[in-house]
Every structure is written in C-alpha cells, then in structure tokens.
C-alpha cells in the first residue's frame, strides 16, 4: 500500500487466517501497546494477553495468528524482516524517546508542526500518527532530545564539544528502566565494596 498513490483507506480489521478481525485503530490504543511493551513490571504472558485485548474487541482464537496480525498493524504495515533489520541495526543503543517521559514534547512538536493539538482531537488512525510522529522537522526540542540521546561522543571531537554534547546527554536522559536502574545500582555496589562483576556485566 502506497498512500501517494492508492486510494484505500488506512485499515481498520486485522487479517487472521483469512478472516477479518475488528481492530481498534486510534493512536491512543498503540501509544498504550507499546508502554505495556516496554513495562518490565509486566511479565511476557501479561503483555501478550493485555496486548491483544487492547487492539481486539473480540480476540481471535488463533493467538499466534493474532499476535501476528496485531504486531502487522502497530508496525503499519511493515513486513517484519524490515523491522527486524532496523532492530539488528540498533541493537546496542540505548533508547531514543518515550511516549511516557516525552508526552509534553511530542504535544508540543504536533502542535507546532502540523498545528495539531493531540489533547483535542479525539481519534486520528495510529498509521497516520505515526507518519507524521517520524516526520517531525528537526527545530522541534522533542527530535533535537532524540538526536542528542542519539550521540556517540567520539573521543576525537574538541573538548568544548564534547562537554557540550555531554550536558545534553544528560539534560535530555531518559529515566532508567527499574530493571536497569537495579542493575547499575548493583555494579555500582560491587565496584565501591570489591564484590563480584560476573553476570552483572
């Protein structure tokens, strides 16, 4: 599907098995999906039944079928080895932005960029969210935050840069994650009292 040139609409049913199932389509919906995705609280059987009852009215039978589809639609579309590629290639790097901890930037780069206000308007397809959400111009703070979390400082760079660069780092850092936030306070405590690294590392 090429939305320049096909007049379909954005899709509002998830294919399973070749049936046709309702899926709820509004930004919200996949905005939550991917919170609940990122909540270590949550354990992977959780997310999965949450998942689907976020994005189904009525959940197919199949489930492997249905998570598949579900994954198809909050990826809009895009065939998994795409992804998959994009996922190898950042793997490593720390993450970039968070509907969470971003929610007044991103209001605020829709509202100036498209001159959208996210609070008032009351459904817009999560296809068409996350078009424009990837399309953000770069004067907006919310990508400038993305890219300076994006950084690798390299050693090579003055050092006026490189402070700089630094202070946006943290300036802009996201929270850790609980999990992450256990683990370096553990390799923090093994550090300052001799301990042991190993599995910590």
Not at 112 to 136: C, E
Not at 152 to 178: C, G, H, N, V
Request: overall charge negative; charged content about 30%.
């Amino acid at each position: 599907m090429n939305i320049l040139i096909d007049d379909i609409d954005y899709p509002d049913q998830a294919e399973v098995n070749g049936k046709g199932y309702e899926i709820r389509t509004n930004f919200r919906n996949s905005i939550l999906f991917e919170l609940m995705m990122q909540d270590d609280s949550l354990s992977p059987r959780d997310k999965v039944w949450k998942g689907l009852a976020l994005y189904y009215p009525v959940i197919p039978e199949d489930l492997n079928a249905a998570v598949d589809a579900a994954l198809w639609f909050y990826r809009c579309g895009r065939e998994e080895t795409v992804i998959q590629k994009r996922m190898a290639e950042r793997r490593g790097k720390s993450q970039i932005y968070s509907f969470e901890h971003d929610a007044g930037l991103i209001y605020a780069a829709f509202l100036l960029a498209y001159n959208i206000d996210l609070q008032d308007i009351r459904y817009m397809h999560w296809w068409r969210f996350r078009f424009l959400f990837n399309s953000l111009p770069r004067d907006c703070e919310f990508v400038r935050a993305m890219e300076y979390r994006s950084l690798d400082i390299s050693d090579k760079l003055p050092k006026e840069q490189k402070d700089f660069y630094k202070k946006m780092k943290r300036l802009y850092a996201l929270p850790l994650s609980k999990t992450e936030d256990d683990r370096q306070a553990a390799i923090e405590n093994a550090l300052l009292n001799g301990g042991d690294l190993s599995g910590l590392v």
